[in-house]
């Protein structure tokens, strides 16, 4: 019969090992990442054509595109910003170009932003964003069961983070933008630096590690 004392010893085991699991999971991982810093169209910003949609993510560990609702000839690439650059983003953390999305008669059109969270126990979504004095500012963002409504952004760049840790863990996860109330045609949002983040999900093996690591200390405590 197992004494009270290596029961004990058994339990504490198995507490470290969780520990350890919980521990791995405050790791962020980078999902997918649009710097929008290589659209470098010509006419002032026109030149999008129809298979420069879904645009693909720049870097990440999942894969990543953005799809829209929007004509071609009302998305454009305006000057970008720094703001909103993750540590290992691609490339230098240039202001480079953005992504613009123009024109009231899209009033109610969308974005979307598709990527596999599986690996993932947490969403985090931000990017730099900014409005002209009459573009869309009534901009809804949904993604799961997360979802934050009536959204406006400033006249010049500044960051925005949202929450959405109904897509953990989903392989076919997705966020989009419906944006309303331009009203002019030049009106537009630019968007930059558009990154999502989350929490890695521990691998067996990391979890199996650390509960080893546990037991060993045990053993040297006891012996």
């Keep these: 019969m197992r004494s009270l ?11 470290i090992a969780f520990a350890g699991s919980a ?14 810093n290589d659209n470098a169209l010509p006419g002032g910003g026109f030149g999008f054509v129809e298979g420069d949609f879904p645009q693909a993510a720049d870097n990440g560990d999942g894969n990543g595109f953005l799809t829209t609702t929007f004509p071609i000839n009302n998305i454009r690439s305006f000057a970008g910003t ?19 999305f123009e024109n009231q008669a899209n009033n109610g059109q969308t974005f979307t932003l598709n990527f596999d969270a599986s690996q993932y126990l947490s969403v985090n979504l931000s990017f730099a964003a900014q409005r002209t004095s009459t573009g869309f500012n009534n901009i809804d963002i949904v993604g799961g069961a ?11 760049f500044a960051v925005f983070s949202f929450d959405f840790d109904s897509l953990a863990g989903n392989s076919n996860a997705s966020i989009t933008f419906t ?35 546990g037991v060993a200390g045990l053993r040297r405590r006891r012996a």
């Design 179 to 213: 944006l309303d109330g331009a009203t002019s045609s030049s009106g537009n949002n630019r968007y930059d630096n558009i990154l999502l983040t989350g929490k890695v999900i521990p691998t067996p093996g990391a979890v199996a590690l650390f509960g080893l690591a």
């Design 5 to 15: 004392t290596s029961i004990a010893a058994i339990a504490a085991g198995v507490s």
């Design 23 to 36: 521990m791995a999971t405050d790791q962020t991982g980078k999902i997918a990442f649009w710097a929008q």
């Design 146 to 156: 997360d979802s934050y409504l009536g959204n406006t952004w400033p006249s010049s």
């Design 82 to 100: 720094n703001l909103g650059w993750p540590s290992e983003g691609k490339g230098d953390p240039t202001s480079g170009g953005s992504i613009a």
